[in-house]
């Protein structure tokens, strides 16, 4: 086995890491929320069309990054949107490009069974209506 000197370890340890999901970061300037970075293109595509519905007043407005803490636990679901409707009415909606973990899965029961609150899924193939 061959061992690695200083500079060669600094060089290795200087890459970036591979995100888990292979997202990319990616910056969207809405006109509701500013500038802010999205964890994943995904989201902020997903962003730009919240915008694109309440400009045309199907949504009242938006929500980014919205925490909601799990009923009987220490924990916290971030949920990725809340979204108002004209009516004044709260939905929660969470992007995701890979299909959900077994612990996001428990955490959206507990919160639904907490709270009531049912958080929609918004895959990269279908869109909500």
Not at 60 to 79: A, E, G, N
Not at 113 to 128: F, Q
């Amino acid at each position: 086995m061959q061992r690695l000197t200083a500079a060669q370890y600094r060089a290795l340890a200087a890459k970036p890491k591979r995100s888990k999901y292979s997202n990319v970061p990616t910056e969207y300037t809405s006109h509701i929320c500013g500038r802010r970075t999205y964890h994943s293109k995904f989201e902020a595509r997903h962003a730009a069309y919240l915008d694109t519905l309440a400009k045309a007043g199907t949504i009242r407005t938006w929500v980014p990054q919205v925490s909601i803490p799990v009923p009987r636990t220490t924990k916290r679901m971030v949920v990725d949107f809340m979204v108002i409707d004209p009516d004044g009415a709260a939905r929660f909606q969470d992007t995701k490009g890979a299909p959900p973990t077994r612990d996001w899965l428990l955490k959206r029961d507990l919160v639904h069974s907490g709270y009531g609150i049912t958080v929609e899924i918004v895959s990269a193939l279908k869109r909500p209506r």
